[in-house]
C-alpha cells in the first residue's frame, strides 16, 4: 500500500496479504468455510506480472464510466503490458444483468438471515407490553433503514407466487454470471475493470437515491455474486485529488494471483495518495 511518500511502503501489502493468510482456511464453527489447505500467498509476491495473462473486460468501459476513470485504468493496463503481461480483451456478456440479480439475491438472503433478531435470543431488546409489540420495537430500533429497505424488498422476492419470477430468475441469471467468468479465465489469469465508474461522492449526496448508490457496485457485483476473488487497488487520483480504482479478479482459489498482480502493479505506479490539507 502506499506510504506517506512517493515510495511503497512494503510491509505493508505484506501484512495484509499475511492477514489473509492467517483468517483463510477452515473453521469448524462455520459451515461453509473450505477444507482444504490454504495458499502461501507470500511465497510469489516478488514474482512480477511477466507473463501473466491479463483479461480486460470491455462492458467495464462503456457509458457511465467518468473519463478521468477510464483513462487511469486504461493507462494502468498500458503499463502491464509495458511490464511483461500479456494483455488482451475479454467479455462477461451476462455480466450487465449481475446488479439486478444481486439486489433480489442478497435482500432474499438477509431478510431470511435477519429474521432470527427478534429481541428474543440474542442481541438487543427493546421492551414492549407483549411479545409482539417487543418484536416490533426492537427490530424498528435495531434495524436502519437500508437493512429494512433490503428485508422488505428479499421479504416480497420470497412471497408466495412471486419466488419463481423473481429470487428463481435471479439465480439462473448467477450461473450464467459464473459461466461468463469460467470461460474468460480458461484464457486469462486475471481480469482488470474499474472497481467503481465514478470517483467517490459526498456523503449524504446521494442517500435519496438508493438506485444511483447500487449503480456504483456495477462493476464489482460480479465477483461477489459469483464468489471469484477481487482486489481493488488505486491507479491514478481525479482532479480532486480523489483516489481512482482498478480491480483485478481472479478465478476460484487464486488469491496469490491477485497480490502478484496488484503488488506489482503498485510498485511500479508509485503513487503519492496523501492527500493534501
Known amino acids: 500500500m502506499p506510504g506517506g511518500t512517493a515510495s511503497i511502503d512494503v510491509a505493508a501489502p505484506q501484512q495484509t496479504v ?28 516478488e514474482g512480477g506480472v ?6 480486460v473486460v470491455a462492458e467495464a468501459f462503456g457509458e457511465g464510466v467518468e473519463p478521468v476513470v477510464r483513462d487511469a485504468v486504461r493507462a494502468s493496463i498500458d503499463r502491464l503490458s509495458d511490464m511483461g503481461a500479456k494483455v488482451g480483451e475479454t467479455s462477461l456478456p451476462h455480466a450487465e444483468y449481475a446488479l439486478s440479480a444481486y439486489y433480489l439475491i442478497a435482500p432474499s438472503e438477509a431478510s431470511s438471515n435477519l429474521a432470527r433478531y427478534d429481541g428474543v435470543r440474542y442481541g438487543l431488546r427493546v421492551d ?26 428479499g421479504t416480497y422476492a420470497l412471497s ?12 439462473k441469471v448467477r450461473t450464467l454470471v459464473i459461466r461468463d467468468y469460467e470461460a474468460a ?14 470517483t467517490a461522492f ?14 456504483n457496485d456495477i462493476f464489482t457485483i460480479p465477483a461477489n455474486l459469483s464468489g471469484m476473488p477481487a482486489l481493488s487497488m488505486p491507479c491514478g487520483t481525479d482532479g480532486a485529488g480523489l483516489p481512482i480504482g482498478l480491480q483485478f479478479t481472479a478465478q476460484v482459489l487464486a488469491e496469490a494471483t491477485l497480490f502478484r498482480a496488484a503488488h506489482a502493479l503498485e510498485a511500479d505506479l508509485g503513487l503519492e495518495l496523501r492527500p493534501s490539507l
Open 185 to 198: 479465465f480458461a484464457e486469462y489469469d486475471v481480469l482488470v475493470s474499474p472497481t467503481t465508474p465514478t
Open 202 to 215: 459526498k456523503i449524504g449526496e446521494k442517500a435519496d437515491d438508493p438506485l444511483a448508490m447500487y449503480l
Open 18 to 45: 499475511a492477514l489473509l493468510g492467517a483468517m483463510a482456511g477452515q473453521d469448524h464453527r462455520d459451515a461453509t468455510s473450505l477444507e482444504q489447505p490454504v495458499d502461501d500467498y507470500l511465497a510469489n509476491l
Open 128 to 153: 414492549g407490553d407483549d411479545s409482539i409489540e417487543m418484536m416490533f420495537e426492537t427490530r424498528g430500533e435495531g434495524f436502519g433503514p437500508e437493512v429494512k429497505r433490503r428485508i422488505m424488498l
Open 50 to 55: 511477466e507473463g501473466l495473462r491479463v483479461g
Open 160 to 171: 408466495a407466487g412471486y419466488y419463481e419470477a423473481y429470487y428463481g430468475q435471479a439465480q
